[in-house]
């Protein structure tokens, strides 16, 4: 039966004296792909780091697989987060230590989770690049290894900001697949896009930002 991943009661959230977000109430269960739509500068992104507690936000409460967001632990267990310019913390590594620090902070079975992650590459396309500096890898490629890191252990709820945007027609439909993969395995999908014709082919639900709420207008 379907569970919550993520809960968002009431949540208010203003911006530089505008709001934003005004007593937003949202849900999403397992084996749902979720899609967030809105103008742009309309708030998806800070949206995106309010629910995962990287932006404060002003009134409200956020559950993640029935966890409070000031439970920070059980959070980084059970979600996981790309941001639409990826991030460079991890610039100086390739994204084959990158997954081996993933291991080491989840404490994931080595030679297991390598195994998975050589085989991800492949579907993914980036098999040629685990060896070189995620600095030197192009937007959608490295956009790709970080999605990658995220699936490595296999988090309840995962979130991606763009992540379409910068692949090309193959990477988009092997990242489709890994969201219904996920999908079909009880795990939810949470992801932003300014491409309408991707709705219909990814998404099981659209949510859309306007007038400071989140209106669910497609299941």
Known sequence: MPHSTLEVFNLSKAFQKQMLFE?????????????LVGKNGIGK???????LGYEPF????????GHQLNNR?????????????????????????????????YQLPERETLHYA??????????????????ELSFGT?????LLGALLYDPALLICDEIFEGLDQSSVEAVISL??????NNRSVLFTTHLQDLLEAVSTVVYRIENNQIMQIAK
Do not use: W
């Not at 992104?45 to 629910?51: A, P, R």
């Not at 490295?142 to 970080?146: G, H, I, R, T």
């Open 23 to 35: 007593n937003v109430n949202l849900q999403i269960h397992s084996g749902e792909i979720c899609a």
């Open 45 to 51: 992104t800070i949206f995106l780091k309010c629910i």
């Open 118 to 135: 050589s085989n991800l590459s492949v579907q993914l396309g980036i098999e040629s690049h685990l060896e070189r500096l995620m600095k």
């Open 142 to 146: 490295k956009k790709k290894a970080l």
């Open 73 to 105: 632990e059980q959070i980084r267990l059970h979600s996981a987060y790309i941001p639409s310019d990826g991030h460079d913390l991890c610039d100086l590594l390739t994204p084959l230590e990158y997954y081996r620090f993933i291991i080491a902070v």
């Open 179 to 184: 969201f219904k993969e996920r999908a079909r």
């Open 58 to 65: 002003d009134d409200g409460e956020v559950t993640i697989a």
